[in-house]
Structures are given as C-alpha cells and as structure tokens.
C-alpha cells in the first residue's frame, strides 16, 4: 500500500511562522520586518549586544593572528611619545655610526701611492688607522727666514716663521710685518731642506706626499680632538677660542676655551653615550637574567643565595664603586667604566626575572616540557624566557638611560676617561667658565638638551613596552 501525504499544518499550527499581517509586541511585522504605521523605530538592545560582541570576538581573533610580539608593536607604535622616541633614539644611533662621515678631519677614503686606505675608522679605534700616515717621512725644502716667496702676485722676504701654528711674517717695506699662512705662500729662493713627517696631516701632507693621491672628505672638516689651525681647510679660518667662540658658520654650536669644535665633540659624544648604554646594559641584562631565572626556576636553597646575593648588591652604589675602580686602574678606558655599570646594574633585572619565573614555571607548557624530557636549561632559556622576556624589557631601557646619565655625570665631575668625546665634559667646561670673564652658554646649552632629551627618549621607550606588554594595562586602554 502506498504511504498517503501528510497534507501541510494550518498557518496557526507552524511555530515559525506568523500569520500575514501581524504584529509583534515591538511594533515589527512579523513578515516583512516592517515598522507599524505611526511608530517610530528604536534601536534595541537585543540587536545591538550581538554587534559589540562580534567586534569583540573579531579583536580576539586579529590579536591572536597578529601574536604576542605583532600586538605588542601594534600597541606601541600607536603611542605618539613613543614612537617620536623611539625615532629620536634611530636618529642619534645613525648620527654615532655614521659620526666620522658627518664631521672629522680625516678622509673616509683615500688613495695613497697606489693603496686604498679609510683613516676614519681612527674615530672608532685608534689602532685602525694605518701607521704609514703617522711614521711616513720626507725630505723637502722648506720656508725658513730670510727666503723669499709669493703671495698674491708679489714677492715678499720671510722674517720669522712659526710652524707650531702655520704661520710666518712677510717683510713689507714701508709698513709693518705681514702675517700669513704657511699655505699661503710660495717659495721662490732661499729655502732650507728638512725632514718632514706625515703625522696624520691629511689635508695639507696628502698631496704634498703623493701627487697624484685623492680622497672622500667628512661634510663637515672639523675635530672633536684639536683645534683647526688658520689655512688647513681652504677658504675656512683658524678656531676662536674663548669668547670669541661663539657659535658661527664655520663652528656651528662654537668652540671650547682651547678651540675644539663643540659640533663635533656632540655627534662624536652621541657615539660614547650609545656605547655606553647599550653595552652596559647588555653585561646587566645577561647577569640579572641568568640570576634571576635560576633563583626563579630552582627555588628552595637556590633560591635563598641568590636572593641574599642580590640584596648585598643593591647595598653598593655604583658611583663609589666607578670613583674605586679609577683610583685603582692605572688607565681607565671607558670600557672600564661600562664593565663596572654592567656589573652593579643588573639586580632590578634579576629581581624582576624571578618573579616572571616564579610565576612561569608553574604553566601547563612548562609540565609538559618536563614531560617530554626537556632539561633545565632548555626549560629556562627557551619555553620560559621567551614568555618573560617582554616585561624585562622595561627595566633594561630605563637603565640605558641611568647608564647615560652616569657616564654624563662622571664626565662632568672630571673622571671620565680622557681619550673620548663626551657630552658631560662641555658641561664640566661651561660650569669651568660660568664665573670667568666670559660666559660660554653654548658650552651648556647644547650638550644639557642632548642628555636631556637621550634621557626622556629611554624613558618614554621603556613606558611605552610596559604599556604595550602588559596585559592589564593592554585591557584597560581596549
């Protein structure tokens, strides 16, 4: 027997659907949607509450594709002060590398007697420059007084020259003596033959040793060591010195009371200022890290003596241990004075790497490493650290800037290392001259806005990660 149909359920019978024409108790047609004539449309909660949950849902998901370290750089880079930091910090690291091309004295590459050399890596390491420019030497026939030379078209007799400062005085009859440039004048007769060195006179010896030499010149011909002598750069003249060194277009932010460029001991300086920072900070951080893990991870007894041991150098401040450290090295460098930061700075590191660790070893992933047979080390190093390593991150760029700052301040006391530019020492020397006769304001003004603002810029780094990575702080700004 064939199955009969079932014939199809009355309108008022079908739970999913309501008769044609009628209204729900919201004013809605039940067909259509529409609005009931002569109601206005209001926005419910009930249709609203799904949308904020799905725009939810869709941040959860786009922080999940992005990852930890992807949200976090999404976070950060919306925060103004910090990114014009973080730009400021990129800026001064371009101007330190790139600090003998911007100014110096000392080509960035030459051609010497069929050779190539790059005596600017002098302003990185004094070993790198090539002997040949210091020890090279020649006989030639020289300006002595009574020879005769031109200068600007008439011959003129020598009565004294002075070679310390390239100068000698020119016999004028009928007038007094005229003073010139050793540069400036060409011998005619009367010489006398001397021994002459190279002594890493680039701009005059180059070419009066090797004709046919040529070389690439910094933008800007100024030293961060000495001071530049009348007719070594054509058409620029002789440093001032005291007040008369004032900031002009040969000497952009003036000169020191011995007349050094100061434009050039600030970008040389930026050099020692990120020097010191990051690789002090790089000696604290693997010290407090490996501290800090092991006191976290190990716990009881191993715990206790690192612990202890952290607190007996939170006792010793670090200034005095510098002051000792210089009475007692016969030469101190400034790698002396970035080991002895990194020594003593690394115990809020460590601190705050136990409490990560603390917390960390007790996650489902580290028991499941355990599980699989992973060793300490390998627990430590690579599954836990890789979790705690963002909000270590904070304390490390705070002490870039206390490490600045300390240089700066041992600088400014007068015992930074003597062989390095630093902006601390033209504090020290403006503070020198304050009550001199004259007042050398450039001597504090440009290096004071310089650790002002390196300062802040670490500062405002350091708040903007721990804004970026802390998960709390992350869900209160959402």
């Given at each position: 027997?064939?199955?009969?149909?079932?014939?199809?359920?009355?309108?008022?019978d079908r739970?999913?659907?309501?008769?044609?024409?009628?209204?729900?108790?919201?004013?809605?047609?039940?067909t259509?949607?529409?609005?009931?004539?002569?109601?206005?449309?209001?926005?419910?909660?009930?249709?609203?509450?799904?949308?904020?949950?799905?725009?939810?849902?869709?941040?959860?998901?786009?922080?999940?594709?992005?990852?930890?370290?992807?949200e976090?750089?999404h976070?950060?880079?919306?925060?103004?002060?910090?990114?014009?930091?973080?730009?400021?910090?990129?800026?001064?690291?371009?101007?330190?590398?790139?600090?003998?091309?911007?100014?110096?004295?000392?080509?960035?590459?030459?051609?010497?007697?069929?050779?190539?050399?790059?005596?600017?890596?002098?302003?990185?390491?004094?070993?790198?420059?090539?002997?040949?420019?210091h020890?090279?030497?020649?006989?030639?026939?020289?300006?002595?007084?009574?020879s005769?030379?031109?200068?600007?078209?008439q011959?003129?007799?020598?009565?004294?020259?002075?070679?310390?400062?390239?100068?000698c005085?020119?016999?004028?009859?009928?007038?007094?003596?005229?003073?010139v440039?050793?540069?400036?004048v060409?011998?005619?007769?009367?010489?006398?033959?001397?021994?002459?060195?190279?002594?890493?006179?680039?701009?005059?010896?180059?070419k009066?040793?090797?004709?046919?030499s040529?070389?690439?010149?910094?933008?800007?011909?100024?030293?961060?060591?000495?001071?530049?002598?009348?007719?070594?750069?054509?058409?620029?003249?002789?440093?001032?010195?005291?007040?008369e060194?004032?900031?002009?277009?040969?000497n952009?932010?003036?000169?020191?009371?011995?007349?050094?460029?100061?434009?050039?001991?600030?970008?040389?300086g930026?050099?020692?200022?990120?020097l010191?920072?990051?690789?002090?900070?790089?000696?604290?951080?693997?010290?407090?890290?490996?501290?800090?893990?092991?006191?976290?991870?190990f716990?009881?007894?191993?715990d206790?003596v690192?612990?202890?041991?952290i607190?007996v150098?939170?006792?010793?401040?670090?200034?005095?241990?510098?002051?000792a450290?210089?009475?007692?090295?016969?030469?101190?460098?400034?790698?002396?004075?970035m080991?002895?930061?990194?020594?003593?700075?690394w115990?809020g590191?460590?601190?705050?790497?136990?409490?990560?660790?603390?917390?960390l070893?007790?996650?489902?992933?580290?028991?499941?490493?355990?599980?699989?047979?992973a060793?300490?080390?390998?627990?430590?190093?690579?599954?836990?650290?890789?979790?705690?390593?963002?909000?270590?991150?904070?304390?490390?760029s705070?002490?870039?800037?206390?490490?600045?700052?300390?240089?700066?301040?041992?600088?400014?006391?007068?015992?930074?290392?003597?062989?390095?530019?630093?902006?601390?020492?033209?504090?020290?020397?403006?503070?020198?001259?304050?009550g001199?006769?004259?007042?050398?304001?450039?001597?504090?003004?440009?290096?004071?806005?310089?650790?002002?603002?390196?300062?802040l810029?670490?500062?405002?780094?350091?708040?903007?990660?721990?804004?970026?990575?802390?998960?709390?702080?992350?869900?209160?700004?959402r």
């Amino acid at each position: 027997m064939s199955e009969s149909k079932r014939p199809p359920d009355p309108p008022e019978d079908r739970p999913d659907r309501a008769p044609e024409g009628d209204d729900d108790a919201f004013g809605l047609s039940a067909t259509t949607g529409s609005v009931r004539p002569g109601m206005a449309a209001e926005p419910s909660s009930l249709t609203t509450m799904p949308q904020s949950g799905m725009q939810e849902d869709k941040l959860d998901r786009e922080m999940r594709a992005r990852g930890f370290w992807g949200e976090a750089w999404h976070r950060f880079r919306h925060r103004y002060l910090a990114m014009t930091a973080l730009s400021y910090v990129v800026l001064l690291s371009l101007v330190a590398i790139f600090s003998p091309a911007i100014v110096g004295t000392k080509p960035l590459v030459c051609k010497y007697k069929g050779s190539y050399y790059f005596p600017a890596l002098y302003y990185f390491n004094s070993d790198w420059e090539n002997p040949i420019f210091h020890n090279e030497e020649m006989v030639d026939t020289v300006i002595a007084a009574g020879s005769i030379v031109r200068y600007q078209g008439q011959e003129y007799e020598v009565d004294y020259v002075n070679r310390a400062k390239d100068l000698c005085e020119l016999i004028v009859p009928g007038g007094p003596v005229k003073e010139v440039s050793l540069r400036e004048v060409e011998l005619i007769s009367g010489g006398r033959e001397q021994t002459i060195r190279f002594q890493r006179q680039y701009s005059t010896m180059l070419k009066r040793f090797d004709p046919h030499s040529w070389a690439v010149w910094p933008l800007v011909y100024q030293d961060p060591e000495r001071t530049i002598l009348a007719g070594e750069w054509p058409d620029q003249p002789a440093n001032p010195g005291r007040e008369e060194g004032v900031p002009s277009k040969y000497n952009f932010f003036g000169t020191t009371p011995s007349g050094v460029d100061v434009f050039a001991i600030m970008v040389h300086g930026s050099r020692t200022a990120l020097l010191i920072g990051f690789v002090s900070m790089g000696i604290a951080a693997a010290i407090g890290i490996s501290i800090g893990a092991a006191a976290g991870y190990f716990r009881g007894w191993v715990d206790g003596v690192l612990s202890r041991a952290i607190e007996v150098m939170l006792c010793i401040p670090t200034l005095v241990l510098i002051l000792a450290m210089i009475a007692v090295v016969q030469n101190p460098t400034i790698w002396h004075t970035m080991a002895v930061i990194g020594l003593t700075g690394w115990t809020g590191i460590a601190r705050l790497t136990r409490g990560e660790f603390l917390k960390l070893r007790e996650y489902d992933y580290v028991s499941g490493a355990k599980a699989l047979g992973a060793g300490p080390m390998r627990i430590m190093f690579l599954h836990i650290l890789r979790n705690a390593l963002a909000p270590i991150l904070v304390p490390i760029s705070f002490g870039i800037a206390a490490a600045i700052l300390i240089e700066s301040g041992l600088s400014f006391l007068g015992y930074g290392p003597p062989s390095s530019p630093s902006w601390g020492k033209l504090l020290a020397m403006g503070r020198e001259h304050l009550g001199a006769n004259f007042k050398a304001w450039w001597l504090i003004l440009f290096p004071g806005i310089a650790i002002f603002l390196t300062v802040l810029a670490y500062n405002l780094i350091g708040e903007g990660l721990q804004e970026a990575t802390d998960p709390r702080l992350r869900e209160s700004g959402r």
